[in-house]
């Protein structure tokens, strides 16, 4: 169980920063009009009409340049790919019906999305333009087969208006693909419910990394006599070239566009993440059909935009589009970023700019001088492998000596703590050491520690350290001339849930003169603590994600704030990521720095 706490106040500040809703947007929202459209659809909508729908992605694949997401069983899917479960499905999950089609009814998967009208509803951008028109068109949650209108689980809920990208070309395999979202403003029920007030919602989530695990739920027009809901939990991964994610389960066959990728589901108050929605190239699928090889949309600024034109009710305006570069910014491959054990910002060159300083597994230790933009150039060696820096078990960085350069702080494996006064790229053969704690002492328990400003506005010379039995102190005024360790202050017990932490770094948020300790949890959660009165008052930035789990973290001035705003993670298979402009209750800009894929 993750340490925290919520009331409901931050839960809905949180939700409404993550989905991008402002005061302004919440002014905008249409009047709820009377609900003799949802009579009308009801009267429409029969089960016979609903049970006799095709997916409206079904059926193109055969046309070379056209939508494909036929989902034909073309070939086997690989030994040990994972199969797709049915079921009832949830309730902010259903279909989409329209009676526009030139081949009579036809149907998309889609969600209920959090907004201030409660009333809009998420698809892939080719399901949206496929609504776009007149006649009866209708989005049914948790659809049920065999039953009509007016006895579905919720009723349903006539579709008003969509918003999609104008610059994405229905089903494309070009770089527009990559705005295959959309949203349906939809009326209320025959009852005049809103469908969120019926069915909750999912936050719309900006994409965190390429590799998170999801829950995938969507209605398959084949193989699935029953008409009933999908589902796969899976990680998601990089599909190579483009600004998109894919994951690999069989079922997905047409029917399945629009289907969300959820994390952080939450049953009981029905409510989750969407990090993606099945589309993107070719409408979502490979150029073969094959059911077991989905892709999405990564979720950045250009879905939050749509999502704020379709609160205010506006018609989106676009300029030319262009995608955003997923290129490595930090050189080396994810096969040898899995090897960083340690990672410690600084301006060790002098330039005014950020650097990473990186403690790799065999002991060779590299310097990347930063670029002020988020980005890193080539290598410098600073130690060889198979250096004395292999017995290094905790390496940070700060200013203790009070000369505003860098120095590098280490917890070696004796216990004994020191410091290197002033790294430069010249390494540490000429570099003072100074030793904080000698070897043999206490010292050899100290499981994490974080280098900042927390009880000093001046300087990072006080650290939070998390010890091996869970108890976490504050050592303010770390530096030589005797003061060793500095003042010690306890901000939790042995035994306390910090025995959960896998990793410790701090930050400096806009608007702050004191660092804040981010901490990721051994679920996969990411947290952020200010000193408060005898302890610590912590945030979440981040749900529970086993994809999330056992990384390295470090936090710097890497997009060139001013200050330490940037969070750098690095996961087990090598994938890193920059999170700039993190703030004390918000996880910053996802900007990928190694790829895998």
Same mark, same amino acid.
């Given at each position: 169980m993750s340490p925290f706490r919520w009331s409901r106040a931050v839960a809905v500040a949180l939700c409404m920063a993550a989905c991008g809703t402002t005061a302004t947007a919440t002014a905008a929202v249409a009047a709820t009009p009377a609900p003799s459209g949802g009579r009308a659809a009801e009267k429409y909508w029969t089960a016979e009409r609903m049970a006799a729908a095709k997916p409206a992605d079904a059926g193109r694949a055969a046309a070379p340049a056209s939508a494909a997401r036929s989902r034909a069983l073309v070939g086997a899917a690989p030994t040990g790919t994972p199969q797709g479960a049915y079921g009832d499905g949830i309730p902010m999950v259903g279909t989409f019906f329209s009676s526009t089609g030139p081949d009579g009814p036809t149907y998309c998967t889609a969600s209920v999305v959090h907004s201030a009208g409660r009333n809009l509803v998420l698809t892939a951008g080719h399901c949206a333009k496929s609504l776009a028109g007149g006649g009866q068109r209708v989005f049914v949650p948790q659809y049920r087969k065999g039953l009509d209108a007016a006895h579905q689980p919720y009723g349903v809920f006539p579709v008003d208006r969509v918003f999609t990208d104008p610059r994405y070309t229905k089903n494309s395999k070009g770089p &527009?693909?990559?705005?295959?979202?959309?949203?349906?403003?939809?009326?209320?029920?025959?009852?005049?419910?809103?469908?969120?007030?019926?069915?909750?919602?999912?936050?719309?989530?900006?994409?965190?990394?390429?590799?998170?695990?999801?829950?995938?739920?969507?209605?398959?027009?084949?193989?699935?006599?029953?008409?009933?809901?999908?589902?796969?939990?899976?990680?998601?991964?990089?599909?190579?070239?483009?600004?998109?994610?894919?994951?690999?389960?069989?079922?997905?066959?047409?029917?399945?566009?629009?289907?969300?990728?959820?994390?952080?589901?939450?049953?009981?108050?029905?409510?989750?993440?969407?990090?993606?929605?099945?589309?993107?190239?070719?409408?979502?699928?490979?150029?073969?059909?094959?059911?077991?090889?989905?892709?999405?949309?990564?979720?950045?600024?250009?879905?939050?935009?749509?999502?704020?034109?379709?609160?205010? &009710?506006?018609?989106?305006?676009?300029?030319?589009?262009?995608?955003?570069? &997923?290129?490595?910014?930090?050189?080396?491959?994810?096969?040898?970023?899995?090897?960083?054990?340690?990672?410690?910002?600084?301006?060790?060159?002098?330039?005014?700019?950020?650097?990473?300083?990186?403690?790799?597994?065999?002991?060779?230790?590299?310097?990347?001088?930063?670029?002020?933009?988020?980005?890193?150039?080539?290598?410098?060696?600073?130690?060889?492998?198979?250096?004395?820096?292999?017995?290094?078990?905790?390496?940070?960085?700060?200013?203790?000596?009070?000369?505003?350069?860098?120095?590098?702080?280490?917890?070696?494996?004796?216990?004994?703590?020191?410091?290197?006064?002033?790294?430069?790229?010249?390494?540490?053969?000429?570099?003072?050491?100074?030793?904080?704690?000698?070897?043999?002492?206490?010292?050899?328990?100290?499981?994490?520690?974080?280098?900042?400003?927390?009880?000093?506005?001046?300087?990072?010379?006080?650290?939070?350290?998390?010890?091996?039995?869970?108890?976490?102190?504050?050592?303010?005024?770390?530096g030589p001339a005797g003061t060793g360790t500095g003042t010690e202050r306890r901000l939790a017990d042995s035994g306390s849930f910090w025995r959960n932490s896998t990793a410790l770094t701090a930050t400096l948020p806009a608007g702050r003169d004191r660092s804040q300790v981010v901490v990721r949890w051994a679920d996969g959660s990411l947290g952020s603590f200010a000193l408060s009165g005898s302890g610590l008052t912590g945030t979440r930035l981040q749900a529970p994600n086993p994809s999330w789990a056992s990384p390295a973290m470090t936090a710097g001035d890497f997009g060139g704030a001013g200050r330490a705003d940037g969070l750098l993670v690095r996961w087990a298979d090598g994938e890193t990521s920059l999170y700039d402009g993190t703030a004390a209750d918000t996880l910053g800009t996802w900007n990928p720095l190694v790829n895998t894929g």
């Open positions: &527009d693909s990559s705005l295959d979202f959309g949203f349906a403003r939809v009326l209320p029920n025959a009852q005049g419910a809103s469908v969120e007030d019926r069915t909750g919602a999912l936050r719309l989530t900006p994409t965190p990394r390429w590799t998170s695990t999801v829950t995938v739920t969507g209605y398959p027009g084949s193989h699935n006599p029953d008409q009933k809901a999908v589902s796969c939990t899976v990680p998601t991964s990089r599909l190579a070239g483009y600004r998109q994610l894919q994951m690999k389960c069989g079922g997905f066959y047409g029917g399945t566009s629009g289907s969300p990728w959820i994390t952080n589901y939450d049953a009981k108050n029905r409510t989750g993440d969407v990090i993606g929605n099945l589309g993107g190239w070719n409408g979502g699928g490979n150029a073969t059909g094959d059911d077991w090889i989905s892709y999405s949309p990564v979720y950045d600024h250009e879905i939050q935009d749509l999502y704020q034109d379709a609160v205010a &009710d506006r018609t989106p305006v676009r300029a030319a589009y262009q995608s955003p570069a &997923d290129g490595a910014r930090l050189p080396g491959a994810a096969s040898t970023w899995s090897h960083a054990r340690f990672l410690a910002p600084g301006d060790y060159d002098g330039d005014g700019r950020e650097d990473l300083l990186t403690v790799w597994s065999d002991g060779e230790v590299t310097l990347y001088p930063g670029d002020g933009k988020g980005g890193f150039g080539a290598e410098k060696q600073l130690a060889k492998p198979k250096s004395y820096w292999q017995r290094a078990q905790s390496v940070t960085s700060g200013d203790f000596s009070g000369t505003g350069r860098p120095d590098v702080l280490v917890r070696w494996d004796t216990g004994k703590v020191s410091y290197y006064e002033d790294v430069d790229p010249a390494g540490f053969d000429n570099k003072k050491e100074y030793t904080l704690a000698a070897g043999g002492s206490a010292w050899k328990d100290a499981a994490q520690i974080a280098v900042g400003r927390f009880n000093s506005a001046d300087r990072a010379n006080d650290m939070i350290v998390r010890w091996a039995d869970g108890k976490v102190t504050l050592h303010s005024d770390v």
